[in-house]
T-cell receptor, first 116, second 116 residues
Framework: AQKVTQAQTEISVVEKEDVTLDCVYE???????LFWYKQPPSGELVFLIR??????QNEISGRYSWNFQKSTSSFNFTITASQVVDSAVYFC?????????????FGQGTRLTINP | GAVVSQHPSRVICKSGTSVKIECRSL??????MFWYRQFPKQSLMLMAT?????????EQGVEKDKFLINHASLTLSTLTVTSAHPEDSSFYIC????????????FGPGTRLTVL
């Protein structure tokens, strides 16, 4: 069975601080995809990143960076120099890499509040 | 690219009426779309997978006759909540699978349904 755990329910930091959102997953598959989505107060889920399990390189996109550690089944997300606009609920998700496998397994989400 | 629209964004209806929600992929063709329901401060719950030209696949516990799904074209899926009741009030959000990006799901802005 697939499972995604985001142990941090809520995080609150002051603007310009760095913040890391944790994501731990469980799967018996050898290949899979991992995702992060952002859900701002407006409600729409915004795609942030997709990572194939074969690719363990960390990725940086502006102030965002992702640390994929297959050995610990973690795919953590760090926001550097946080801004108020980063306030949102962030979801980590897992998808099997198999023919016909399309469902996303979501974590419970982490509500991030950036205070001015 | 990869834009998904959803209409309406908000709907208020009387108990017993039916409500139709549209989900469109604007700049890509999606053979597969998904319908989710989200309760306040909770994660997304997959309701059904909508496949173009065939019957939708419903998740366990989701009433097929209550939540009618039609995926008549490669860019449009509809969800009809039949004989809506107050307990159907929720945030409904669709996604479309974009083949060019390895099947990444892109989400619509969601529909807030309130049944009086």
């Amino acid at each position: 069975a697939q499972k995604v755990t985001q142990a941090q329910t809520e995080i609150s930091v002051v603007e310009k601080e760095d913040v890391t959102l944790d994501c731990v997953y469980e799967t018996r598959d050898t290949t899979y995809y991992l995702f992060w989505y952002k859900q701002p107060p407006s409600g729409e889920l915004v795609f942030l990143i997709r990572r194939n399990s074969f690719d363990e390189q960390n990725e940086i996109s502006g102030r965002y960076s992702w640390n994929f550690q297959k050995s610990t089944s973690s795919f953590n997300f760090t926001i550097t120099a946080s801004q108020v606009v980063d306030s949102a609920v962030y979801f980590c998700a897992l998808r099997r890499n198999m023919e016909g496998a399309q469902k996303l397994v979501f974590g419970q989400g982490t509500r991030l509040t950036i205070n001015p | 690219g990869a834009v998904v629209s959803q209409h309406p964004s908000r709907v208020i209806c009387k108990s017993g009426t039916s409500v139709k929600i549209e989900c469109r992929s604007l700049d890509f063709q999606a053979t597969t779309m998904f319908w989710y329901r989200q309760f306040p401060k909770q994660s997304l719950m997959l309701m059904a997978t909508s496949n173009e030209g065939s019957k939708a696949t419903y998740e366990q516990g989701v009433e097929k006759d209550k939540f009618l799904i039609n995926h008549a074209s490669l860019t449009l899926s509809t969800l009809t909540v039949t004989s809506a009741h107050p307990e159907d009030s929720s945030f409904y959000i669709c996604s479309a699978r974009e083949p060019a990006t390895g099947g990444t799901q892109y989400f619509g802005p969601g529909t807030r349904l309130t049944v009086l």
